[in-house]
């Protein structure tokens, strides 16, 4: 008969899915900064361990069962529209010895390019029209910066190369329904970060 021992303490899938959920919660409501936030996605995901994987909520609040949260996705559409219209093919951001943002309630195109030569650019989607689909944002950045921030529930992929830089390397999957955001590029002598952040809250 074949031994089954070694299976007896790896998780379950629900487990794993709960926890998660849990992790996600708990970050949107300010409990864990994004540094810890990602380790223990990082660990959630990967671990076959049921005591290493309850040992990472261990300390946090249930904080799901009160408010209902079922998933970010959920979340996320009802707290941003998504561009159900027209989906503009590319838009450029050049920022050569100064700056460029894109903020504030706006549509993304299917693709946003960013030039940075001694210069920065800011881009907030935390009010943005998503498409439904995938929005692409193309980086460069030579002696120069590009800040991201992106709201909780929106996929993100990034992947860039840094050189003599930093390049932020991020994955956050909730849904294949929800709006996707894959940043890829190259920051030399610069850098590219990107943020997971609520959306800020409007006056009634």
């Not at 840094?162 to 929800?178: A, I, P, R, W």
Request: glycine share 8%; aromatic share 6%; charged share 25%.
């Amino acid at each position: 008969m074949k031994d089954l021992s070694q299976y007896q303490d790896r998780p379950s899938k629900y487990m794993r899915n709960h926890v998660i959920e849990l992790l996600k919660a708990n970050y949107a409501e300010d409990n864990l900064e994004l540094e810890e936030f990602e380790e223990r996605m990082e660990i959630a995901e990967h671990t076959d361990s049921k005591l290493e994987l309850t040992a990472l909520v261990r300390d946090l609040p249930e904080t799901m069962p009160s408010k209902k949260m079922t998933s970010p996705s959920v979340a996320y559409e009802k707290s941003l529209p998504v561009n159900t219209g027209e989906v503009g093919n590319s838009d450029v951001l050049i920022s050569i010895f100064g700056g460029s943002e894109r903020k504030g309630v706006w549509k993304p195109p299917k693709q946003v390019i960013s030039l940075n030569v001694f210069g920065g650019s800011d881009i907030d989607f935390r009010e943005a029209l998503l498409n439904p689909g995938v929005t692409k944002v193309r980086v460069l950045c030579l002696f120069g910066g590009t800040d991201i921030i992106v709201p909780p529930g929106v996929n993100v992929k990034t992947k860039g190369i840094g050189l003599f830089g930093g390049f932020s390397s991020k994955t956050m999957d909730y849904d294949e329904n929800s709006p996707t955001i894959i940043v890829e590029g190259i920051a030399m002598f610069g850098g590219v970060d990107v943020k997971i952040k609520e959306p800020k809250k409007r006056l009634q």
